[in-house]
């Protein structure tokens, strides 16, 4: 599973379902975006200062790659 975290838009406000969306068709992203208010999550896996943050869970919620850009062979790696 990849999931990407946004915490704040360019306002500093916590982002609506709308600017999700619109961030992960900015990006071109398929999998979950999902919002996360002052950075309460993001702060733990963020290693770069970049944004958006994506992390590739394992089977068992296992954490394999963090805050990189994930790909599909990243993925069928990862698979059982």
């Given at each position: 599973m990849i999931i990407s975290l946004l915490a704040e838009t360019n306002a500093g406000t916590a982002p609506t379902a709308d600017e999700l969306m619109d961030w992960a068709s900015d990006y071109g992203l398929t999998t979950p975006v999902l919002s996360?208010?002052?950075w309460g999550?993001?702060?733990r896996y963020e290693e770069d200062g970049g944004i958006p943050t994506q992390t590739l869970l394992g089977p068992g919620m296992e954490i394999i790659l963090?805050?990189?850009w994930v790909s599909d062979s990243d993925i069928e790696a990862a698979l059982p």
């Open positions: 996360d208010a002052s999550v993001s702060n963090v805050d990189e």
